[in-house]
């Protein structure tokens, strides 16, 4: 299958982000990308008397899983192009090394030719574990051949693999190792384990809530609407993606932003409750709830007016420099992370990727945020400061003025950008007639030089203030 084209001109770098950000097309563009490289490279290691006991395929098939696997948590870092096919090719001869070793042992490996029937862990499934379940088998077929996707999917509905060997014209060995490789997965992600935290964290209880709805999900994890049935209300509860749950920097991540977002007490800022635990391991985060929608809901539908966008921005302006005099930079400033209740409040969310200021960054800490909202010193290891989230609320007040972010294209075109300092185009080259002011002052927020933007958030709601009063 030839790469998507949007896969064509990017880089193993882009490859991997486009992965890590779950890009439903990037693990097969990968594998299109290298496979054909692999196996000539595994079958050349194999000597006359293994080729016919190893398949290559298998092996190549089980280097793309561990790495889709640790990748997807987040775990390499490729510093050039070359690296992604020295990792695969590395991977690849590791799990031929240990192939060639059980079978020089005397051992017929056998384990891709027959299904183990060792129960997998379970308990009675609550909503939310039930959801994580089919997102783990839509995980793992996404990682597999095409042609097994269906042929697996009438496995786990009952069908026997003599049934599906006579219906899908494969051969019982390629139907084994298929049916094998989903239980390796599942019970790799679904084996209980547990990340130990200090406990005194773990203020609330699961039994209290009752989950009636999911309202959505972003590349860390998903948002339920819920009962609190204790107090009768209505409350939004986060948790973790299930392929998160066992990284521990995503965990502790996690546990972070409940304990940043505890320490700003705003009217803008959504409140949170308290972190608790689920009865199968994972963390989940009680806030308030915001009837409503988000801003990048109502930036689709039309560019809000000048004087509307000036507004809001003030407003997140005044809730950010409340989370920054307690030292809690947001880092993750865009539309979607806006909420906007059915009265017209707006409210900040999400401080998945939040930090404290000059907190240093180490490789436990992760970092990331929407390349079309990023700053560029968001794209190095070095702490933050305030002027990271002044470029994201320029970046806002240039969305909700034009309709788009201030960057967009492919990835690795944005990225060049980021890296080379290139500014964003300025709203009038779309066509907008803006006061030569106020677009001025977005473009200094978007400045590519922390030092040449706002010092803060105070200062950019005091400097948009005063525009606002020449433009009204």
């Known amino acids: 299958m030839p790469l998507p084209h949007t896969f064509h001109s990017d880089n193993s770098q882009a490859l991997l982000r486009r992965y890590v950000a779950a890009d439903p097309e990037a693990a097969q563009a990968i594998v299109d ?6 196996l000539p490279l595994i079958r050349k290691q194999l000597s006359a008397s293994l080729r016919p006991r190893i398949d290559a395929e298998d092996v190549a098939q089980s280097a793309f899983r561990s790495f889709f696997l640790k990748a997807r948590d ?26 060639v070793e059980r079978h020089t042992a005397g051992k017929r490996a056998v384990a891709r030719e027959v299904v183990s029937d ?7 499934a609550l909503p939310h574990e039930a959801q994580s379940l089919l997102e783990e ?6 990682e597999m051949p ?30 084994r190792r298929w049916v094998q490789a989903l239980r390796d997965h599942l019970e790799q992600r679904l084996r209980p384990e547990r990340i130990d935290f200090d406990r005194q964290n773990m203020t609330l209880s699961w039994k209290d809530y009752v989950l009636k709805q999911h309202v959505g999900s972003g590349g860390f994890g998903k948002v339920y609407r819920a009962i609190e049935t204790r107090r009768n209300r209505t409350v939004a509860i986060k948790s973790l993606h299930k392929r998160h749950q066992k990284n521990l920097a995503a965990v502790r991540q996690f546990v972070r932003e409940s304990q940043l977002m505890a320490k700003v007490c705003h009217p803008g800022i959504v409140g949170v409750h308290g972190l608790g635990q689920y009865p199968g391991g994972g963390y989940f985060l009680v806030m308030d709830w915001v009837d409503g929608e988000n801003l990048q809901q109502r930036i689709t539908r039309q560019p809000l007016p000048l004087t509307e966008a000036i507004q809001i921005a ?6 950010i420099a409340a989370a920054h005099a307690n030292q809690v930079i947001h880092g993750d400033l865009k539309p979607s992370n ?45 702490p933050v400061d305030f002027p990271v989230d002044v470029y994201g609320l320029g970046a806002l007040l240039y969305a909700m003025l034009t309709g788009r972010p201030p960057r967009s294209g492919r990835e690795s075109a944005i990225l060049d950008e980021l890296e080379q300092g290139i500014a964003p185009r300025p709203p009038s080259s779309l066509g907008l007639s803006l006061p030569a002011s106020l677009e001025a002052f ?16 105070e200062q950019f709601g005091q400097r948009l203030a005063a525009i606002g009063r020449t433009v009204a």
């Open 33 to 38: 990308r290298y496979v054909n490289r692999l």
């Open 137 to 142: 088998v839509q995980f793992a077929l996404n």
């Open 442 to 457: 977005v473009m200094k927020c978007l400045a590519a030089d922390p030092n040449q933007r706002c010092i803060s958030a």
């Open 314 to 319: 003030r407003s997140v302006a005044q809730a």
């Open 118 to 124: 060792r129960p997998l862990p379970q308990h009675d």
């Open 146 to 175: 095409v042609a097994a996707h269906d042929v697996l999917k009438q496995f786990l509905a009952g069908q026997s693999l003599e049934q599906l060997a006579a219906t899908s014209h494969k051969s019982p060995r390629t139907l």
């Open 74 to 99: 987040d775990r390499f870092t490729l510093a050039s192009p070359g690296d992604l096919w020295r990792l695969l090719a590395t991977l690849s001869l590791n799990k031929l090394r240990r192939q």
């Open 338 to 382: 806006l909420l906007v209740s059915r009265q017209n409040a707006v409210y900040v969310a999400d401080f998945g990727l939040a930090s404290l200021r000059s907190q240093v960054a180490d490789a436990n800490m992760i970092r990331g945020g929407t390349l079309a909202y990023l700053a560029p010193e968001q794209l190095t290891r070095s």
